[in-house]
């Protein structure tokens, strides 16, 4: 019962090009949250945009949010191969956090 | 603060066999969680907590049983493990809300041969 669910599984670029995953999800969110798990690791929470908010940045990170199309995007800006890991969405209702299966992004130096 | 933190990182068990990992997080959370992680699949929620004293099943409840006796800790027990639990096991912790920013625990890799 995932409520996000990314594309693509997997994305391979090089150092200094753009990265874009995307989320669809399925019910009604209060926010949308980005994560971050290096290989063999935890994961590290990136953002959190709110249902009433359409576009939020962080550093090199840009996040949208289409609640019309239960859709979200994060845009990573200027890759570095530090960035290598796996991105995982996850929809925030009024249960509990549900997690996708993650993009895996890997930037190549 | 530590944040978040597991024991063990590593265990190897054969079927059949019991153990309890243990998760302790020192930033005053309310809200505690214990993920298991597949390949190939998302988290998947097995137990959480909203405060101390309370316990609730998630997507995955079935073969687990959870206690959290006090607040900065939150324990997940495999009391008879089967080779299906063999997972890498996430605890994760929020301030007041399940839809707060969760903080992650390094992870327990699981084997049950």
């Known amino acids: 019962s995932q409520q996000g669910e990314e594309d693509p599984q997997a994305l391979s670029i090089q150092e200094g090009e753009n990265a874009t995953m995307n989320c669809s999800y399925k019910?009604?969110?209060?926010?949308l949250q980005w994560y971050r798990q290096n290989s063999g690791r935890g994961l590290v929470h990136l953002i959190l945009?709110?249902?009433?908010?359409r576009e939020k940045h962080s550093g090199r990170l840009r996040v949208t949010l289409d609640t019309s199309k239960k859709s979200s995007s994060l845009l990573i800006t200027a890759s570095r191969a530090a960035d290598t890991a796996s991105y995982f969405c996850?929809?925030?209702?009024?249960?509990?956090?549900?997690f996708g299966k993650g993009t895996k992004l890997s930037v190549k130096p | 603060n530590a944040g978040v933190t597991q024991t063990p990182k590593f265990r190897v068990l054969k079927t059949g066999q019991s153990m309890t990992l243990l998760c302790a997080q020192d930033?005053?959370?309310?809200?505690m969680y214990w993920y298991r992680q597949d390949p190939g699949m998302g988290l998947r929620l097995i137990h959480y907590?909203?405060?101390?004293?309370?316990?609730a099943k998630g997507e995955v409840p079935d073969g687990y049983n959870v206690s959290r006796l006090k607040k900065q800790n939150f324990l997940l027990g495999l009391e008879s493990a089967a080779p299906s639990q063999t997972s890498v096991y996430f605890c994760?912790?929020?301030?007041?809300?399940?839809?707060?920013?969760?903080?992650f625990g390094p992870g327990t890799r699981l084997t049950v041969l």
């Open positions: 994760a912790s929020s301030l007041a809300r399940s839809t707060d920013t969760q903080y």
């Open positions: 019910t009604s969110i209060n926010n």
């Open positions: 945009i709110r249902s009433n908010e």
């Open positions: 996850a929809g925030g209702s009024q249960g509990n956090l549900i």
């Open positions: 930033m005053n959370h309310e809200y």
């Open positions: 907590s909203v405060g101390e004293g309370t316990t």
